[in-house]
């Protein structure tokens, strides 16, 4: 069974994966400190709901959930 | 390869790592800091002198990558692999070096003649970071400089091993691991996937934790800033907070300032006459340039002089991307991202600046949507401007403390007015120009930073309000001359500033306000500033010349002239709705690179601004 990023509630973490290749953004995402293996926490939900403040790589780096359901991850808790 | 007496260093790195901060210790100027990511989009020029040369240094606009999607990602792109350097520094934050490697392997596989440096490491070393520098230089192939450019550690340093590896005096080399990575060719993506595996394996190598960058502190910050509750209110009692003692704090010193010019003004008049100087000569210069000048000064130096540094402090802070993150929703939902309410917040200072910017957007269209409606955020120009119509027709029967309430309260109601309008032109722009989806957000939230309080308050009045004083004192010395000499000169009787204002008044009328306001704002387009006294001048010249002396001669003669209650809203409307300045009209077309679009920038805002009075217009006079 497969996660994406999105469905992380504040406090969650888990493990990317993979990310989808059909995300336009993937180059920058990467860059952002969203990369394999790497371990995120989400830190913060925002008013809306439809962004979330993750903790990566020591960043705290804020994306849309339309754009983090491209990020396939392992729930760690 | 330059010349051997001029050596060339560059700054590259990621966004607000402290490039800039590193780029002032070096050079000993004063660039602006902020603690957000896109604070610095154009490259910066520095010098070193040393006794033996001179050290040319360069300031590149923050990037995250060299795969570049958005335009200042560009220039560091494309400087890395020009030839034009002899060394490049690249500054890392010591806080998150794991991240930071990823650009700075990336910049290793095009150059070796580099330096890292490892920036902000007392905070590093605060939070239960260790890092092993000779461990990561020997991993890197380059030096490692550890320093901290707020305390100015570890700058000396930086600019010798710099100078040594221009020089070739130490020897730098590209590791096996990054040459690998340039001999198979494989995709941007597969390559971002690959160095960020080497750069794991670098930090776990050298670097050790004992806390956490995130820390307590941090969280409940974020938690009041941008939890669902707390977010928006904070966020307007904070913004509230700026305007009211910028309202408020501007009182006084603008009354002293008034008041000293005028005292000044009889004794160069009397001076004047003694000297025996013709009258049309002290016409000119006391009743055009003189006026022209004290007014600008007393009326916009007070507000800016406390703006600013406010603004500045909110910058250091680290809440400007807060907001950026507390509003995309709402941008998106009007088709553009939420940074574009952090452009519209430089817009505030200047919108020049703001359109600039506007670099941080990386989705062209996004880009563009926000560079035509910055011009609705009123600047430190018009701010003033807005706060003096306010104190004169809409708190007027208010004193001391409560007028001060309630200017600041209709001035956040007018603001917020041009908020509503640029995002509903925002949309009607995205769904007209192009088809193309909403762009990514993707925002770095940095920690907090205390801010250095005496630091950045004399930074930004050496740096902003001094500029701002002197570019008043030369737009309104020129502007004076020609206002005086449209109303001094005359046919028939009648000056050519009322064959003007005459002629502009049919359409006026229709929009509420006057011709002479409009003539204004037309003659305004070199600096908006100027304004108000083009209309005082062109009131005055008319009737009998009375001096006035202080804000309620003022009102008084706006009064006089016809103005009324509407007059003033729609003047306030006009003031934020009308056309850019000139000089925002130079950064659209050079942002732009199109005649188009900023032909658009100007058209968009006067129509919007006109069709709103016309609709002010037509239900005041149904009353």
């Keep these: ?77 | 390869m330059n010349c051997s007496n001029n050596t060339v260093i560059a700054l590259a790195g990621n966004p607000n790592v402290g490039k800039s901060s590193i780029f002032n210790a070096l050079t000993g100027m004063n660039q602006h800091t902020g603690n957000w990511s896109g604070k610095t989009v154009d490259v910066a020029y520095g010098e070193i002198k040393t006794k033996e040369k001179t050290i040319t240094v360069i300031d590149l606009p923050g990037s995250y990558s060299m795969l570049y999607d958005s335009p200042e990602e560009k220039i560091t792109d494309d400087f890395v692999l020009s030839d034009d350097y002899d060394c490049i520094i690249i500054v890392v934050d010591a806080t998150s070096l794991e991240r930071n490697l990823l650009l700075t392997i990336q910049i290793l596989q095009k150059t070796n003649k580099a330096v890292l440096c490892l920036n902000m490491i007392d905070e590093a070393q605060r939070r239960g970071y260790f890092i092993d520098t000779d461990e990561l230089s020997l991993m890197l192939g380059i030096p490692v400089i550890e320093t901290s450019a707020r305390n100015k550690y570890g700058i000396k340093k930086l600019i010798e091993t710099s100078v040594k590896v221009a020089e070739n005096k130490i020897m730098t080399y590209c590791v096996n691991d990054f040459k690998m990575l340039n001999e198979n060719s494989i995709s941007d993506e597969e390559l971002t996937e690959q160095i960020a595996v080497l750069a794991n394996k670098i930090t776990k190598s050298v670097v050790g934790v004992k806390g956490e960058v995130y820390t307590k502190r941090d969280r409940i910050l974020d938690n009041l800033f941008t939890s669902k509750f707390t977010g928006i209110p904070i966020m307007i009692l904070v913004f509230a907070l700026i305007f009211w003692l910028t309202v408020y704090g501007a009182n006084l010193p603008s009354d002293l300032l008034f008041e000293f010019f005028n005292l000044c003004k009889n004794y160069l008049n009397e001076l004047i006459l003694r000297i025996g100087i013709n009258d049309m000569v002290r016409s000119l210069m006391i009743d055009g340039i003189y006026t022209t000048i004290s007014w600008v000064i007393s009326v916009m130096l007070p507000p800016a002089s406390i703006f600013f540094p406010l603004f500045a402090l909110l910058e250091d802070f680290g809440y400007l991307p807060r907001i950026a993150f507390n509003l995309d929703r709402l941008f998106s939902i009007f088709g553009t991202n939420g940074k574009q309410s952090l452009t519209m917040l430089m817009g505030f200072g200047c919108n020049a600046c703001g359109v600039m910017g506007c670099r941080i957007i990386a989705s062209p269209k996004d880009r563009n949507i926000a560079i035509l409606t910055n011009s609705l955020i009123p600047c430190n120009g018009r701010l003033p401007t807005l706060i003096c119509l306010i104190s004169i027709f809409f708190s007027s029967n208010y004193y001391g403390y409560k007028k001060s309430f309630i200017s600041t309260l209709i001035l956040l109601l007018l603001i917020i007015f041009s908020v509503i309008i640029t995002l509903i032109l925002s949309l009607i722009l995205s769904k007209f120009f192009s088809k193309e989806k909403a762009s990514p957000f993707i925002i770095e939230l940095p920690p907090f930073r205390r801010p250095q309080f005496i630091k950045t308050i004399l930074l930004t009045f050496k740096n902003k309000i001094l500029y701002i004083l002197w570019r008043a004192i030369i737009v309104s010395a020129i502007a004076g001359v020609i206002i005086w000499s449209l109303s001094y000169f005359n046919i028939n009787n009648i000056s050519l500033l009322e064959y003007f204002t005459t002629i502009l008044d049919k359409y006026a009328i229709i929009i509420g306000i006057d011709g002479t306001i409009l003539a204004a704002f037309i003659l305004g387009f070199p600096a908006n500033e100027i304004v108000i006294p083009i209309i005082l001048m062109s009131y005055l010249s008319g009737a009998m010349l009375t001096d006035y002396n202080s804000m309620s001669e003022l009102s008084s003669i706006l009064i006089s002239n016809g103005w009324t209650f509407k007059t003033a809203l729609c003047t306030c409307i006009m003031c934020l709705m009308h056309f850019p300045c000139s000089t925002t009209c130079f950064a659209i077309k050079k942002e732009t690179k199109s005649t188009v679009w900023t032909l658009l920038s100007i058209v968009i805002p006067f129509i919007t601004g006109s069709v709103i009075c016309f609709i002010i217009n037509l239900i005041y006079d149904l009353i």
């Design chain 1, 1 to 77: 069974m497969s996660n994406t990023l999105n469905e992380l509630k504040k406090g969650q973490s888990g493990r990317i994966v993979f990310i989808d290749k059909i995300c336009k953004q993937k180059n920058r995402i990467q860059d952002m400190g969203f990369t394999k293996n790497t371990e995120v926490t989400v830190v913060q939900e925002s008013i809306s709901g439809k962004l979330k403040a993750y903790l990566t790589k020591n960043t705290i780096v804020g994306l849309r959930d339309s754009d983090a359901k491209f990020i396939n991850i392992e729930i760690l808790g």
